[in-house]
């Protein structure tokens, strides 16, 4: 158990909705990070978050959006999903920048 | 931005052999860590190794900061290290990138 606990780990829904995946980072850690992994894919930078402020955006989609909260827990919001956005998310933390990083069990993403 | 390569993309191995995963990286970093993806698709923490050489168990790994590369040598493989190995990278003030990881099949 790496200690980095993600909810739901799976997720079926329709095109056109919207979700919300949830990530509780290691107790004390305070980087966030979010990754997407398509079928048989690598791992896709999303976003990361550093105590409460967004570090670094990768090719986030804008239906996409992220947060982290002063619990230091982090949500990403998936709307207007598309087939395409099936995949496997990941979500790490780090206890600060450039540290190592341990990664929750992901949500298993389905859009029907 | 950073480019991480990993060789070989796929490797398969009878049980027992030995093997080397290669990771080139075009920039220096601040960061370099070792992750096995399981066939559940679980990423479990190999090694956290920006520069130097560490050993666990079976695994071991050496990153050569100013050459720009890192190695991961698994010996004696089993059937359970079958999996993805992926090498990720971080740099001040940028995001974890990842190589697109080397997929190790190890036959009984």
């Known amino acids: 158990d790496s200690g980095v606990t993600q909810t739901p780990k799976h997720l079926i829904t329709a095109t056109g909705q919207r979700v919300t995946l949830r990530c509780s980072p290691r107790s004390g850690d305070l980087s966030v990070y979010w990754y997407q992994q398509s079928l048989d894919q690598g791992l896709q930078f999303l976003i990361q978050?550093?105590?409460?402020?967004?570090?670094a955006k990768g090719n986030i989609l804008e239906r996409f959006s992220a947060q982290q909260f002063p619990d230091l827990h982090s949500e990403l919001n998936l709307s207007s999903l598309e087939l395409g956005d099936s995949a496997l998310y990941f979500c790490?933390?780090?206890?600060?920048?450039?540290?190592?990083?341990?990664f929750g069990q992901g949500t298993r993403l389905t859009v029907v | 931005g950073i480019q991480v390569e990993q060789s070989p993309p796929d490797l398969i191995l009878q049980e027992g052999a030995n093997s080397t995963l290669r990771c080139n990286f075009s920039d220096s970093v601040n960061n370099l860590q070792w992750f096995h993806q399981n066939p559940w698709g679980q990423l479990i923490n190999l090694f956290y190794i920006p520069s130097g050489t560490k050993q666990n168990g079976r695994l071991s790994a050496t990153t050569v900061a100013t050459e720009r590369y890192s190695l991961l040598y698994i010996s004696s493989s089993q059937t359970t290290d079958s999996g993805v190995y992926f090498c990720?990278?971080?740099?001040?003030?940028?995001?974890?990138?990842f190589g697109a990881g080397t997929r190790l099949t190890v036959k009984p």
């Open positions: 978050y550093y105590n409460g402020e967004e570090r």
């Open positions: 990720a990278v971080e740099q001040s003030n940028n995001d974890m990138r």
């Open positions: 790490a933390s780090s206890a600060l920048m450039n540290t190592e990083a341990f």
